[in-house]
């Protein structure tokens, strides 16, 4: 059969390829095709005048797109090479650059500026860290750390000469708004963002964070210390947070030489704190956890110590007879109080009973209202906390110095004023008195002088 049909195809004068195209059923040879499967990829020649032109590659498959190493190493190891040459890599680890290159190496390879930095890598148990030092104050104590978080805390830090530890920043933006010069004894850490947000304290994190070692106020240099009065603030357990901070600001605004705490305040290096504060830590000199013979031995020898007291005067020559603690608005105390005086965060509220107080005897000190003279030499002012008040000790301090109680007279009806607001009166107000007293001092030194010489 198969003599036959190509014995037909030699005698019709008709071409082969039209005479297999009407029968169905006539296998067509395959070589000519094999051949095209063969051939190698056509070389692309461009003219002289379009040799720099740029012909974008085409896209990858998706597979390739999913795994781009995969696909390298497998370009790489189907290419042929010569028996005992090995292959070369070069290619498929600058492609491996190329596709993990980040937005931010295009400003400078791990530097900003001339700073090194590390990049933090995936369990950098640096940022753990984070939480300790901002939620215990333990941790802060006993490992000599603080946390600042934002770049104006940060600034006001190396203003004064505080030393950074380890600075995390996540865009390089952040990080220049930074003195950089005086980060070059810190580890600088690249994060993302994400991972601030994850240890950060406030809702809108600026992106740049720092721990720092604890600093000693004898050692910072504050630059407003020319500016200040001979005028102290003494915090007497004060335990809100957000009191403190404000208290704290209020001294620096009013030019205050220091600030002392007792050691039943709240941490002054609290995050809350030193949100509330606004850099108030580094404006003046703030000295926690001391207990009162330390505290007077921070005061000049010529100091007058007046506390804050809200209850108005009974007796004609504005004194009161108060029989026991209890009787003074923002005083307590407690025969056992040696024992709880520097609790921290003591949630026992019991009040003492009236007989627990028959057998203590509270210093008997002069009221005097704010706005009368009470500053005209170097003043130390004792606020208490909201919750327990002034302490036994603050009310002897102000005996034996001829100090007073100082009372802010305010509408019946009305149970008292926030410690912080109470503080931003008064220091405001002995701001007042002593700048009149300075003044007026000032003149009669220079009439004296004057009349010298004449």
């Not at 860290?129 to 805390?153: C, D, N, P, T, Y």
């Not at 000469?161 to 003195?179: C, H, N, T, W, Y």
């Not at 002392?260 to 000295?287: I, Q, S």
């Not at 003043?379 to 110095?401: M, Q, W, Y």
Request: charged share 30%; net charge positive.
């Amino acid at each position: 059969m198969a003599a036959l049909i190509r014995g037909v195809i030699r005698l019709l004068p008709v071409e082969k390829n039209v005479f297999l195209s009407t029968r169905s059923d006539i296998i067509v040879e395959s070589t000519r095709f094999l051949r095209g499967l063969r051939r190698k990829p056509v070389r692309v020649l461009f003219p002289d005048n379009d040799a720099g032109k740029v012909v974008k590659p085409l896209p990858l498959p998706q597979q390739q797109q999913q795994h781009p190493q995969a696909a390298e190493k497998k370009m790489v190891r189907n290419r042929p090479t010569a028996a005992g040459e090995q292959p070369d890599r070069s290619d498929a680890v600058n492609m491996r650059s190329k596709t993990t290159k980040q937005p931010y190496d295009n400003i400078t390879k791990d530097s900003v500026d001339g700073l090194r930095y590390e990049r933090a890598l995936p369990g950098d148990k640096r940022l753990s860290r984070l939480v300790s030092v901002a939620q215990s104050r333990k941790f802060r104590e006993q490992q000599g750390k603080i946390l600042l978080e934002g770049r104006r805390l940060i600034c006001d830090a190396l203003e004064v000469g505080a030393r950074p530890q380890i600075v995390f920043f996540s865009m390089a933006d952040r990080l220049r708004e930074l003195p950089l010069d005086k980060l070059r004894g810190a580890t600088v850490v690249k994060v993302k963002f994400e991972d601030i947000k994850i240890w950060s304290d406030v809702v809108a994190p600026q992106g740049v964070i720092a721990i720092f070692a604890r600093p000693d106020p004898a050692r910072l240099s504050f630059s407003q210390r020319d500016q200040s009065l001979p005028l102290s603030l003494i915090c007497d357990n004060v335990r809100d947070p957000g009191n403190l901070g404000t208290m704290l600001r209020c001294a620096a605004a009013a030019g205050c030489h220091e600030v002392l705490l007792t050691k039943g305040c709240v941490d002054v290096w609290e995050p809350k704190v030193l949100r509330a504060g606004m850099g108030a830590h580094f404006r003046l000199p703030v000295y926690p956890n001391l207990d009162w013979d330390e505290i007077r031995n921070h005061l000049p020898n010529s100091v007058t110590a007046h506390v804050a007291d809200i209850r108005e005067p009974d007796d004609e020559d504005g004194t009161n007879k108060l029989s026991k603690p209890g009787d003074y608005g923002w005083v307590s105390t407690s025969p056992k109080r040696k024992t709880i005086e520097y609790e921290e965060y003591d949630s026992d509220s019991d009040s003492d009973s009236d007989s627990e107080d028959e057998g203590l005897s509270l210093p008997r000190v002069e009221t005097k209202l704010y706005h009368e003279n009470w500053a005209q030499s170097p003043t130390a002012l004792v606020i208490g906390g909201e919750t327990r008040g002034l302490s036994t000790e603050a009310v002897r301090l102000a005996e034996k110095t001829d100090g007073s109680r100082l009372f802010i007279p305010i509408v019946s009806g009305v149970d008292s004023l926030n410690s912080a607001m109470a503080a931003s009166i008064l220091l405001f107000e002995g701001r007042r008195q002593l700048s009149m007293f300075l003044q007026t001092a000032e003149k009669k030194r220079q009439s004296k002088a004057e009349r010298k010489f004449s």
